[in-house]
Every structure is written in C-alpha cells, then in structure tokens.
C-alpha cells in the first residue's frame, strides 16, 4: 500500500500524509514531511483496500460509499483537485507518478484534437472553480445539477 502512494511525484506536490484506518489499525503513509498539515484519512474494509492497489482501481473505493473520507488542512472536504485526478485517473489508468509524464500525456492528446483538447481544459477547470466557490447547498450549483440532468452534460 506504501508503495502505490509513496513515490507519486504528482501527489507529493499536493499532499503531506495519507492515513488509513482498517479495521481497528491506523496507519500513516508520509508523502511529503513539508506539508504534514495536509493529509486525509480513509476509513477502509482490509480486503476493499488490497484489491484497489492490486488492480489499480482506487477509484472504486472513492465511488463506493463503504469507505469513510476525511480531508485536513485544505479548508474544504472535497478530493479535488488535491488528491483526484491524481490517483484515480492520472495513476490507475495512465501510470502517471511524475510532473514530466503528466506533461507527456496532455501534450499526447493536445495532439491528437487540439480543439477537443483544450473544450475539456476548459471544462476541467471550470468545475474546479464551481467546486472550490460555490456549496452543494446553493442554487446555482442545483441548478447546474439540472441541466447536466436534461442533456447538457458537455458544458458542466
């Protein structure tokens, strides 16, 4: 388990500690002692937790609801953009660990559809700035919900 987060250069920028409750063990996995402020907790079934790193599906565990998520040090709640994509997209599906492979893999698909390239950038970034600013709780982010609902799921 060490291991798969260990030496991820991506999250290492992001990150100070990742603890994982499993059972009634704790353990800690220090990804960068600079940032120790920052860090979550993952509250995880043993068996859940060995065949997400065995098989790359980290992911699986985060889209479960049998797993309990706590993030510190960040002023919110949410993985974005601190921990996901990082482990879920750029790791278990691109074997991405490093600033330079990460600089490979958008220059790859930059491309191959520039214009298509740069409508998911965009698109990207502009959830992070609705996830960042606007609560679950507001209007406009219910209303965004609804239109992704009624086919609109390109644009939000």
């Given at each position: ?11 290492s920028s992001e990150l ?95 491309n191959k559809n520039k ?42």
């Amino acid at each position: 388990v060490e291991n798969y987060f260990k030496n991820n250069e991506l999250l290492s920028s992001e990150l100070g500690f990742i603890n994982f409750i499993v059972g009634k063990k704790s353990f800690t996995i220090d990804i960068n002692k600079k940032k120790y402020d920052k860090g979550i907790i993952f509250e995880v079934p043993r068996f859940s937790l060995i065949q997400s790193i065995t098989f790359n599906i980290f992911d699986d565990l985060l889209i479960g609801n049998f797993m309990k998520t706590k993030v510190l040090g960040f002023g919110g709640k949410q993985l974005y953009p601190i921990f996901n994509p990082i482990i879920p997209k750029y790791y278990d599906q691109a074997k991405i660990k490093t600033k330079n492979e990460l600089k490979e893999y958008y220059k790859f698909y930059f491309n191959k559809n520039k214009i298509n390239f740069i409508f998911e950038i965009l698109k990207y970034q502009t959830s992070m700035v609705i996830r960042k600013n606007i609560s679950t709780n507001n209007k406009l982010y219910q209303n965004i919900g609804k239109l992704r609902k009624i086919g609109l799921k390109d644009f939000f």
